[in-house]
């Protein structure tokens, strides 16, 4: 079954740490850029980071530049969203999904992919 798993989610105080990962089964993440996406409720999906699939180019949102770190392991086939210095307003499900670029409109949800994951939860809260 070819597929995205996302893991490391869970329940952080603001100013924590988590450390998402994003792991394919089925196929190989070489080819392929990542990017990570959250959804809060009542808001819209949001482009949060991505990677090239060399790991030589990535690109973050505003809100997250200076504490979140994307990086990918492609012996491992998988990808790394370090988040430091979290907020409540970090409070999201986080999701990736492959990409043909980490370029142009990285961020739009909308963009064509052919995987995503099914989310995992993040919670900041004290």
């Known amino acids: 079954q070819l597929q995205l798993v996302e893991s490391g989610g869970g329940l952080v105080q603001p100013g924590g740490s988590l450390r998402l990962s994003c792991a394919a089964s089925?196929?190989?993440?070489?080819?392929?850029?990542i990017g990570w996406f959250r959804q809060a409720p009542g808001k819209e999906r949001e482009g949060v980071s991505c990677?090239?699939?060399?790991?030589?180019?990535?690109n973050y949102a505003d809100s997250v530049k200076g504490r979140f770190t994307i990086s990918r392991d492609n012996a491992k086939n998988t990808v790394y969203l370090q988040m430091n210095s979290l907020k409540p307003e970090d409070t999201a499900v986080y999701y990736c999904?492959?990409?043909?670029?980490?370029?142009?409109?990285?961020?739009?949800?909308?963009?064509?992919?052919?995987?995503w994951g099914q989310g995992t939860q993040v919670t900041v809260s004290s």
């Open positions: 999904a492959t990409d043909r670029w980490c370029a142009g409109r990285w961020y739009a949800p909308t963009r064509q992919r052919d995987y």
């Open positions: 089925g196929f190989t993440l070489d080819y392929y850029a």
């Open positions: 990677i090239s699939g060399s790991g030589g180019s990535t």
